[in-house]
């Protein structure tokens, strides 16, 4: 696997050269009249779904000819069911698109069996960070005073996709705290972890940025929800400082350092970061599948770079999706490496965790 990881930012770096012609110009691909399937593989409620929906329309005005850009859901098996999906697509046309999440990286990096899918077989043409909140309900948020000592005693029912996808953040977060979080698991996105929350059949919920600010916020607004912690984000220097979306939000690290028993060093620390680099300031990413022409990988990375580019883009998309970079190109490849990337002590900490809470055998 390491090897196969090695060797993704070759690669892609290969196959982001920008193409060129003998005479040496390069040419954009017409998509008048064409519509483009971009394929979100987890319910239309989550933070995914949120995240290419809002750049959606805006790749619609962007792209030659302005093809219509429809969002697809595929969901199952903790987003391997789509991933697996794409892998066996070819398109000669521009036409496919393919999002994937931290919940999709995560079963790549620790070998799950389910996963049939290579990223180094596929072209990222955009990549945008994120942040996570994790939140309580109204009764358990009246206890929260910054850590999560009065919390211990609870026991608290989550809303899981699965221990291999983006939920094992929060789930190795909430352990570290010394918290009794159940994981349910078998949702098929985020959006459903929130639904389950809102019903009152899970007493804690978290949210990746876009999915809180689309639908938690309301909640917290509403006093029927109470903010605990954000994963936080990263300085120049690989610190975890506030998320720039929650700068009044204490993250993980903060509640971590008040805890009694919690630690932000060692083993645990150590792979908890690990995971969340993996995770988030990389974790949302567009590619295009296998066998595409220069000429369109040209044409989507122009194109992204005129939606990043738009005089309104920082005001629309800190609404919709937060505060977080857009990497386009060169930077989408460098993001896909980072978000596919994971030192061996990281990984054999987790999969033995995995096991030993949960009963995940990755073999």
Excluded at 87 to 107: K, N, R, V
Excluded at 321 to 341: D, N, R
């Amino acid at each position: 696997m390491l090897k196969k990881i090695s060797s993704l930012l070759a690669a892609g770096t290969v196959a982001l050269t920008v193409g060129v012609e003998a005479n040496g110009e390069s040419h954009a691909v017409d998509m008048t009249g064409k519509t483009v399937e971009w394929t979100i593989p987890f319910s239309e409620t989550g933070g995914s779904a949120k995240w290419a929906n809002f750049f959606a329309p805006l790749l619609s005005e962007a792209l030659p000819g302005e093809p219509t850009v429809v969002v697809k859901f595929m969901p199952g098996a903790g987003s391997t069911k789509g991933a697996n999906w794409f892998q066996t697509q070819e398109d000669g046309y521009g036409t496919i698109l393919f999002g994937t999440s931290g919940s999709t990286q995560f079963p790549y990096l620790l070998g799950d069996p389910r996963v049939r899918y290579e990223y180094r077989d596929w072209t990222p043409v955009m990549a945008t960070g994120t942040g996570g909140v994790a939140y309580l309900n109204k009764e358990d948020g009246a206890k929260f005073d910054g850590s999560a000592n009065a919390l211990k005693d609870t026991r608290f029912i989550y809303g899981a996709q699965g221990a291999t996808s983006l939920d094992l953040v929060p789930l190795l977060a909430w352990e570290m705290l010394g918290m009794n979080v159940e994981p349910v698991f078998g949702i098929k996105g985020r959006g459903d972890g929130r639904l389950m929350f809102e019903r009152g059949e899970a007493n804690i919920d978290y949210q990746t940025s876009s999915g809180y600010l689309g639908g938690s916020l309301d909640m917290v607004e509403a006093g029927d929800a109470v903010p605990m912690m954000s994963w936080g984000a990263l300085d120049e220097d690989g610190n975890i400082v506030r998320d720039p979306t929650f700068p009044d939000m204490p993250t993980f690290k903060e509640v971590c350092e008040a805890t009694d028993g919690c630690e932000t060093s060692g083993p645990a620390w150590d792979a908890w970061k690990a995971f969340f680099v993996a995770g988030f300031p990389s974790q949302k990413i567009a590619f295009l599948p296998a066998g595409i022409s220069q000429a369109v990988v040209d044409t989507y990375v122009a194109a992204f770079e005129a939606v990043r580019s738009r005089p309104d883009f920082a005001e629309i998309s800190a609404k919709r999706v937060g505060k977080y970079p857009m990497f386009v190109g060169a930077g989408a490849v460098k993001a896909a490496k980072e978000a596919t990337t994971i030192s061996p002590d990281a990984k054999d900490f987790v999969v033995k965790w995995l096991s030993d809470a949960y009963g995940v055998e990755l073999k």
